[in-house]
Nanobody, 124 residues
Framework: QVQLVESGGGLVQTGGSLRLSCAASGRSFSSYDMGWFRRAPGKEREFVATISRSGGTTYYDDSVKGRFTISRDNAKNIVYLQMYSLRPEDTAVYYC?????????????????WGQGTQVSVSS
């Protein structure tokens, strides 16, 4: 079992920055990949970024590449999503997710544990 708790969301202006955190507990954190997804109002959930269990491999959706950075601290059991140059279209509920059974990709179905989400709102 894995429990995930996100924090760090909020309201920022266009061009601003936020850092999301996701604290994990339960199964050994360094044994599974992690990802961030988001769901905007009226839209489907979409992939944002993923990071391998060691932190050595990351992958981003094109819409956030160059603006967002995913990282993890395996000693603290936390995964981060640093977001720069935020745009109104980044407004969404952001979810962290853990893939404990497979090597994670961009597919939500790879992830078997999810956090409750944290709201990010970007004003124009």
């Amino acid at each position: 079992q894995v429990q995930l708790v996100e924090s760090g969301g909020g309201l920022v202006q266009t061009g601003g920055s936020l850092r999301l955190s996701c604290a994990a507990s339960g199964r050994s954190f360094s044994s599974y990949d992690m990802g961030w997804f988001r769901r905007a109002p009226g839209k489907e959930r979409e992939f944002v970024a993923t990071i391998s269990r060691s932190g050595g491999t990351t992958y981003y959706d094109d819409s956030v590449k160059g603006r967002f950075t995913i990282s993890r601290d395996n000693a603290k059991n936390i995964v981060y999503l640093q977001m720069y140059s935020l745009r109104p279209e980044d407004t969404a509920v952001y979810y962290c997710a853990a893939a404990t059974l497979v090597i994670a990709t961009i597919r939500g179905s790879d992830y078997d544990y999810w956090g409750q989400g944290t709201q990010v709102s970007v004003s124009s």
